[in-house]
């Protein structure tokens, strides 16, 4: 909102770049030093971007930089939000094995974690950055806060929730408000919640089944 309240409208940008010191030296007998720090550099360039360099400026603070920061920091929450998501469901399920040998268990679960993330974890990172809608550093800023907030209080009121599809959930309404959303990616990842679950009870039944009949 800042940002488009400071847009600037003029055809044409006259930038002033930081001052770079120059220093001339013509051979050994003479020698000549030209300091140049208090003299800036000019350039010329499109009004977009003079326009962005302006409105991220207030009182000498670059706001770019101060978004950066926060986007950083809120990838951070995003990864804590996860963790303190994930951290139950992998208990629950340590805690349905009671016959078993913890060590193996924590061994087990987190080498499927490192297989699946190996095999898909870029394929997901490709589709949540690029394929369901095209975003701004601010807007990526605004998902990150939104999907950290709602899976920190989820989690602490003990709500199953999953850190991907808040995530995704927050992209799409970015995506539906600028109106870039892509409606087909939406529609295949809907289409794999809804499989989820009945793929799941499958092969949750036929393990259980195996494990009944063989095993005792």
């Known amino acids: 909102m800042w940002r488009n309240h400071r847009q600037h409208t003029n055809n044409l940008c006259l930038c002033v770049e930081k001052p770079v010191s120059l220093a001339l030296a013509s051979n050994v007998n003479m020698t000549l030093a030209i300091d140049s720090a208090i003299v ?7 009004q977009e971007a003079c326009a962005e360099q302006q409105a991220s400026q207030i009182w000498g603070f670059n706001l770019e930089h101060l978004r ?11 990864c804590f939000a996860r ?19 913890l060590h193996w268990i924590i061994i087990l679960v987190a080498t499927a974690m490192l297989l699946g993330g190996v095999f898909n974890a870029r394929r997901v990172a490709e589709t949540l950055s690029h394929k369901i809608t095209s975003i701004s550093h601010e807007q990526g800023l605004s998902a990150n806060l939104v999907t950290a907030l709602l899976v920190i209080f989820a989690s602490k009121l003990g709500m199953p929730v ?12 970015i995506g539906l408000v600028s109106g870039k959303a892509n409606s087909g990616v939406i529609s295949s990842i809907a289409l794999s919640w809804l499989l989820t679950l009945p793929c799941a009870v499958v092969c949750s039944v036929a393990i259980s089944h195996y494990l009944s009949a063989y095993l005792q």
């Open 68 to 78: 950066d920061g926060l986007h950083f920091c809120s990838a951070g929450a995003v």
């Open 83 to 101: 963790g303190l998501n994930d951290t139950p469901k992998i208990a629950a399920l340590l805690l349905l094995a009671p016959g078993f040998d």
């Open 40 to 46: 800036p550099s000019l350039s010329f360039d499109r």
């Open 162 to 173: 999953s850190t991907t599809h808040v995530a995704v959930g927050s992209l799409f309404g």
